[in-house]
Nanobody, 124 residues
Framework: QVQLVESGGGLVQAGGSLRLSCAAS????????IAWFRQAPGLEREFVAG????????SHADSVKGRFTISRDNHQNTVYLQMNTLKPEDTGVYYC?????????????????WGQGTQVTVSS
């Protein structure tokens, strides 16, 4: 069983940066995909970025390409989401999620383990 704990959210002005962390614990993660999703009020949860723990292959949503970067630290068992040039539309609760497998999938239903979420608010 994998446990995920997010941190690093907060309030930032448009154009600013934040780095989110997802600390993973429990079993081995070598066969896991770790992804970030976000959910704004009244909207569905959407895929932001994902990474393969085994080979580091990444995938980013078009809306964040060039601004956000997902990475991992195998020694710290932590996945990061570096968010630059933040926009008000990036506001939402950001969740870390995990699934067994080798492919980064964008559907939330494909992920069986979720963290509690961390709030990101970008003011204009």
């Amino acid at each position: 069983q994998v446990q995920l704990v997010e941190s690093g959210g907060g309030l930032v002005q448009a154009g600013g940066s934040l780095r989110l962390s997802c600390a993973a614990s429990g079993r081995s993660f070598s066969t896991h995909i770790i992804a970030w999703f976000r959910q704004a009020p009244g909207l569905e949860r959407e895929f932001v970025a994902g990474i393969s723990w085994s080979d580091g292959e990444t995938s980013h949503a078009d809306s964040v390409k060039g601004r956000f970067t997902i990475s991992r630290d195998n020694h710290q068992n932590t996945v990061y989401l570096q968010m630059n040039t933040l926009k008000p539309e990036d506001t939402g609760v950001y969740y870390c999620a995990a699934r067994l497998g080798t492919s980064v999938l964008v559907g939330p239903s494909r992920y069986g383990t979720w963290g509690q979420g961390t709030q990101v608010t970008v003011s204009s």
